[in-house]
């Protein structure tokens, strides 16, 4: 097999006296959707803040292409090529399009803070990033406040892959959306898949979508893996048991049922 | 519905905003209701003072009053876009005014000798500018609201100043410092004449005569120039840059400001720095122009900049608002406060009624800006 784009050893992460990650391992590979599944409170979030240099790890080891890293910001993570797009999705509603897809990262001529921002190029490069996974926004100039749920999400998403992310962290992408955005939103997903260079780890609660867009499956619960292993590997696997954080659906049915 | 039904025409998310015409969009910007609310004070003044707002003379009292409030609102409205408030704005006018008129008074501290204009400015900006630092600072260490640390600031820097008053000059006022902007060009540009040539053409052209035939007002306060100066800077740095961009970002969303790589606490800490940088302009400009120093001076001015600095468009919970709304809205409270001059009829305390009508007016007005530009929710 070839070297994960990014490999965890062993992640450690403790808040005080509560141990939110206690050693995980975890391989993420080039061209797959990698779904990390578990339940509210499994460490998920932890896990993926810090892949996203948010958190800095008690004990364990991160490597991207074989190499250690260490983030001590976000920012370090964005410059390894990890973009995450977090749930709230990191876009300011009464901005435009253009100056979110640009936010820090702005396109400038002159001295550093003060150059004047490159709005017709800026414009320009977001429409077509945007168009390449999918969504034709209109106007550039718009205000996000004025689009939908899933257009925010291919905003995000577009500015994450524009800005170099080798491996996008897409955290629960489709839970706050209707039926119809949820489907645009896995589209989206399965047309970043296709360019086949760039890895995405999707953070989900929902069987169903990450079965359609996953190539390979993480199950956490109580800050370690309880499951892991690729579509094959895990066929005839009971997903949802492992979903669930190793609770038997068995024993909950009848739990119900005495009630 | 029925053209989403047609078959042939898809039908978009994007089909969904609707575009409107230059007028909605002008509407729609944030400086909208502040154009309009001046034009209709502009009016009004100019009819009940049958003109004489807007003689020479009265031009240039309604733009000094005009241009101290604009200094000071530009400073106030890009730290609120950012989603901050200063509340110590006008005790660090009464701080300032007090440091410089002191220095020219009594000498520089740490026995450096006597002061000029110049090292009495500077050496007031070095101390002005470490107080907007340290402001900044503690409000984005401490994560507590800009609100109560600069309320503690109002308070600390009043004192301060009242107390350096006693102690050094055993009175709460300077009066009678020497005419510096007669001798120094560095006072002439904080409290002399600019826009001369104005006035000369005016003379020229058969105006401007005071009762002896003679030319009878020379120059706008040099004020102005530096609330025009502030204002296009301020401008250009706030929709054409990056560092714009930040303070937008900082306002709005600042997690996700910070998630996205935007340097956040340096964005917010700078603006206390600049809304320091306008109060000590504010206060340079009144010393140099009177030669007094009170420790009263610049009472009352943060809540007035943040008025108009809302009434300008700006909104209160940060990220949007705009300089050329605090121009227009600068133009229209400096015209009120001063029209008691103008219009002898009226009691001048109908200035702050005034204030607390169109202040109202303006949050609702805004509110409705903001629910436009998020989808109504």
């Known amino acids: ?259 | 519905m029925s053209e989403a039904s047609q078959p042939g025409t898809k039908r978009t998310e994007s089909d969904r905003l609707k575009k409107g015409g230059t007028f909605s969009s002008l509407m729609r910007r944030p400086e909208a209701g502040a154009f309009l609310v001046m034009i209709v004070v502009i009016a009004a003044i100019a009819f009940a003072s049958e003109g004489n707002a807007f003689n020479p003379l009265g031009l240039k009292n309604n733009l000094s009053v005009i241009a101290q409030f604009g200094i000071i609102a530009t400073g106030a409205c890009l730290l609120m876009i950012a989603g901050d408030f200063d509340l110590s704005i006008g005790s660090m006018i009464g701080f300032a005014g007090m440091s410089m008129a002191m220095m020219l008074k009594w000498g520089l501290p740490f026995g450096l000798g006597e002061a000029t204009p110049v090292t009495a400015f500077f050496f007031t900006l070095v101390m002005t500018l470490a107080l907007g630092w340290l402001i900044g600072t503690i409000v984005v260490k401490s994560k507590l609201s800009s609100f109560i640390v600069t309320l503690a600031f109002l308070f600390f820097l009043r004192g301060l100043t009242e107390v350096c008053f006693r102690v050094i000059n055993s009175s709460t006022q300077i009066s009678g410092l020497p005419d510096y902007k007669e001798q120094s060009w560095f006072a002439y540009m904080f409290g002399g004449e600019a826009f001369g040539f104005v006035y000369d053409i005016w003379f020229w052209l058969g105006g401007n005569l005071n009762r002896a035939g003679n030319q009878w007002v020379t120059g706008l306060d040099a004020r102005v120039v530096w609330w025009l100066l502030v204002a296009a800077l301020a401008y250009v740095v706030l929709s054409r840059t990056q560092a714009g961009n930040w303070i937008f970002a900082t306002g709005d969303n600042r997690e996700s400001a910070r998630a996205n790589g935007v340097p956040v606490d340096k964005t917010r800490v700078s603006l206390f720095m600049f809304t320091a940088f306008c109060a000590t302009l504010f206060a340079a400009c009144q010393v140099f122009d009177t030669n007094t120093a009170d420790a009263a001076k610049g009472n009352l001015k943060e809540l007035e900049a943040i008025a108009i600095a809302v009434v300008g468009g700006t909104l209160m919970t940060g990220g949007f608002g705009s300089v050329i709304g605090v121009v227009f809205g600068a133009i229209t409270f400096g015209l009120v406060a001063n029209a008691v001059f103008f219009i002898p009829a009226i009691d001048g305390s109908y200035y702050r009624v005034f204030v607390g009508v169109v202040l109202l007016t303006a949050v609702f007005l805004n509110e409705s800006v903001r629910k436009r530009i998020t989808g109504g929710l």
């Open chain 1, 1 to 259: 097999m070839a070297e994960p784009l990014i490999r965890a050893e062993k992640l450690v992460k403790r808040f005080g006296p509560f141990t939110a990650l206690n050693g995980i391992d975890l391989e993420i590979y080039r061209g797959e959707v990698h779904a990390l599944l578990g339940d509210n409170g499994a460490g998920k979030s932890t896990l993926i803040k810090v892949l996203a240099g948010v958190h800095q790890p008690t004990e364990g080891q991160l490597y991207v292409e074989g190499k250690p890293v260490t983030f001590q910001s976000p920012r370090d993570a964005t410059e390894a090529g990890i973009g995450t797009v977090y749930q709230d999705l990191a876009l300011n509603p009464l901005m435009s399009v253009t100056r979110n897809f640009f936010m820090g990262r702005e396109l400038t001529t002159g001295p550093q803070p003060f150059g004047l921002l490159k709005m017709d190029e800026m414009d320009r490069i977001t429409h077509d990033e945007m168009v390449k996974i999918g969504i034709d926004i209109s106007d550039p100039g718009q205000a996000v406040g004025t689009m939908s749920g899933g257009q925010r999400q291919t905003l995000a998403i577009a500015r994450a892959i524009h800005f170099g992310a080798k491996v996008l962290i897409l955290d629960e992408p489709t839970s706050a959306l209707g039926q119809k955005q949820q489907m645009e939103v896995l589209k989206t997903i399965a047309r970043v898949r296709a360019r086949g260079d760039i890895a995405i780890i999707f953070i989900t609660h929902n069987e169903v979508h990450s079965n359609l867009v996953a190539d390979r499956f993480t199950f956490l619960a109580l800050g370690e893996v309880i499951g892991k292993g690729t579509k094959e590997e895990l066929k005839g696997k009971d997903i949802r048991h492992l979903m669930a954080g190793g609770v038997e659906m068995a024993d909950l049915e009848q739990e119900i049922a005495a009630i």
